[in-house]
T-cell receptor, first 115, second 118 residues
Framework: DAGVIQSPRHEVTEMGQEVTLRCKPI?????LFWYRQTMMRGLELLIY????????DSGMPEDRFSAKMPNASFSTLKIQPSEPRDSAVYFC?????????????FGQGTRLTVV | AQTVTQSQPEMSVQEAETVTLSCTYD???????LFWYKQPPSRQMILVIR??????QNATENRFSVNFQKAAKSFSLKISDSQLGDTAMYFC???????????????FGEGTQLTVNP
């Protein structure tokens, strides 16, 4: 099993540009989570999907952020336009269906720097 | 809403010694899951150990064990025979049981930076 795969691992962009982060969950997992990690706020949930449907997006900071999950094997997190305060590490995680071992598996994260 | 508190921002221990990291949480749920994740400098989030609240027996994984006190809402991590590779940020996390149709989010503590000294 390849684990949760995120791309890119590092992204440096200029303020105002669009940024797209990508995630491939573990095959067979039906829940997908996007977390953001900053020094100030720690690890916080942005949004999560179950069976490709967004369940809770209350953590999405503002309208500049959007997330999609067009199928069970792919999700994107988009920031448009990006701002310096969006600089953080963004993690994607997936979880197996109810009845399986309850835990979340994390990707290696994308370090985003907005200059 | 659930909250998780780690009151020790930093800790250090000598190699081969034992160290305990503290975690408390607040919830009105009766059944839930608790986790300790390790984040080394590579930033990968690695699951160290998990505990189901309905199990009274404390979880153990090799050199890692927990002291789960449900009434006190305390979930500490003990690392025995500390190794240099244990140097990392450690996060305590809470998860409600997943629903029939939805997964369940993790709520993280602030983290404890552990340094193992040679």
């Amino acid at each position: 099993d390849a684990g949760v795969i995120q791309s890119p691992r590092h992204e440096v962009t200029e303020m105002g540009q669009e940024v797209t982060l990508r995630c491939k969950p573990i095959s067979g997992h039906n829940s997908l989570f996007w977390y953001r990690q900053t020094m100030m706020r720690g690890l916080e949930l942005l949004i999560y999907f179950n069976n490709n449907v967004p369940i809770d997006d209350s953590g999405m900071p503002e309208d500049r952020f959007s997330a999609k999950m067009p199928n069970a094997s792919f999700s994107t997190l988009k920031i448009q336009p990006s701002e310096p305060r969006d600089s953080a590490v963004y993690f994607c995680a997936s979880s197996p269906p109810l009845g399986a071992r309850t835990e979340a598996f994390f990707g290696q994260g994308t370090r985003l720097t907005v200059v | 809403a659930q909250t998780v508190t780690q009151s020790q921002p930093e800790m250090s221990v000598q190699e081969a010694e034992t160290v305990t990291l503290s975690c408390t949480y607040d919830t009105s749920e009766s059944n839930y899951y608790l986790f300790w994740y390790k984040q080394p400098p590579s930033r990968q989030m690695i699951l160290v150990i998990r505990q189901e609240a309905y199990k009274q027996q404390n979880a153990t994984e090799n050199r890692f064990s927990v002291n789960f006190q449900k009434a006190a809402k305390s979930f500490s991590l003990k690392i025995s025979d500390s190794q240099l590779g244990d140097t990392a940020m450690y996060f305590c996390a809470f998860m409600k049981p997943p629903g029939e149709t939805s997964g369940s989010r993790l709520t993280f503590g602030e983290g404890t930076q552990l340094t193992v000294n040679p």
